[in-house]
């Protein structure tokens, strides 16, 4: 399809500020939003949220609400943040400092970055895929979805950078070889009759994808998406867990997965083929897990969100520990723990909507 190209200026903040209503401009004003970091495996969080002093004037994307995080491929000082309205933004120093990824409004749910060309990112907002190639500066249209549908993810092969996947909320799937030049829709058949959620791809064996839903369970490929199976039907023993909040897995042992429902926690050794339920001092099926992600140096180390109350073993669920001191009246929306200073976790908040 044919590319339509746009350059994203980046306006000056205080219009953002009036226009997006996402920052805080006032050094005495508190607003309790944004991202957190804890230095401590979840016992203390601390606000990660500023941007710049402007004389007496905190600028803070302490207003934010986040919808992704992640970070970036070879540096995990770099934390790029999705938002809703807001653009993205992105931090260099562990959240010490933020700044405006070329993109200041719009809902960004699906961030890519290019392993081998960080330089290189796609994003999607609505029905339209977008790129950039110098870092933020510079975004152009890739591709517009022609049924207006929502893209929901793109994702990259980790071993050809070239090949994208990309998902619309209706469960289309759609391929480029060429960095994004051109789509093909991969077999419009493909039985997922359903409300599509995001993709995964396996960063060890980009063969494998996962396709996760809102209420029907996970889809599995092994050929890159061309054919997909239902690996969730073992589901149906544990009511609500077809209903899936968060979907995870480490870089160093792809194979193991865990999910976040409103059964509870499930857990998969050997890529979907078993599902084991993990107790927590909830009982089934009582209330929805929000968010999980675990130690990736040691999977018995898991931590899970519900609201803004973070639980956490180290044993492997035989104990959990309740940390209600979390300095945020906002429900958590994403938990990340650092690859490399597995001691150090992030987390996104979401403040609910008025009624």
């Given at each position: ?11 000056l903040l205080a219009f953002v500020v009036t226009g997006a209503g996402c920052i805080s401009i006032s050094s005495t004003k508190s607003v309790d939003g944004g991202v957190f970091r804890s230095d401590d495996s979840a016992e203390t969080w601390a ?309």
């Amino acid at each position: 399809m044919r590319k339509s190209y746009f350059f994203i200026i980046v306006l000056l903040l205080a219009f953002v500020v009036t226009g997006a209503g996402c920052i805080s401009i006032s050094s005495t004003k508190s607003v309790d939003g944004g991202v957190f970091r804890s230095d401590d495996s979840a016992e203390t969080w601390a606000q990660k949220a500023f941007v710049r002093q402007e004389k007496k004037d905190t600028i803070a994307i302490n207003n934010v609400n986040v919808i992704t995080m992640l970070f970036h491929p070879d540096d995990e000082d770099t934390i790029y943040l999705g938002t809703e309205r807001n653009g993205i933004w992105r931090t260099k120093n562990r959240g010490e400092q933020w700044e405006a990824f070329g993109i200041t409004s719009g809902n960004y749910s699906t961030i890519s970055i290019d392993p081998q060309s960080p330089e290189i990112v796609y994003t999607a907002t609505g029905s339209t895929i977008i790129k950039t190639t110098d870092d933020g500066k510079n975004w152009e249209t890739i591709y517009l979805e022609p049924r207006n549908q929502n893209i929901v993810s793109v994702n990259i092969d980790n071993y050809e950078p070239s090949r994208l996947l990309a998902a619309t909320q209706d469960a289309q799937i759609i391929e480029s070889a060429d960095y994004g030049e051109t789509w093909t829709t991969i077999n419009p058949d493909i039985p997922l009759k359903t409300t599509l959620k995001r993709l995964y791809i396996n960063p060890s064996d980009t063969r494998v994808v996962y396709a996760v839903t809102f209420s029907d369970g996970i889809y599995k490929s092994t050929d890159k998406g061309a054919n997909w199976t239902l690996i969730t039907e073992a589901f149906i023993e544990y009511p609500g867990a077809n209903t899936i909040n968060w979907f995870t897995f480490t870089e160093k042992d792809p194979n193991i997965l865990y999910v976040a429902t409103n059964y509870g926690i499930l857990k998969s050794p050997d890529a979907g083929a078993t599902w084991l339920p993990i107790e927590t001092l909830f009982p089934f099926g009582s209330v929805p897990i929000s968010t999980i992600d675990v130690n990736p140096d040691n999977h018995d180390e898991i931590y899970f969100t519900i609201g803004k109350v973070v639980h956490k073993t180290t044993d492997a669920s035989t104990t959990w520990k309740t940390i209600e001191t979390f300095p945020s009246g906002r429900g958590i929306t994403s938990i990340l723990v650092d690859r490399e200073t597995p001691g150090t976790i992030y987390t996104g908040t979401y403040a609910p909507k008025k009624k």
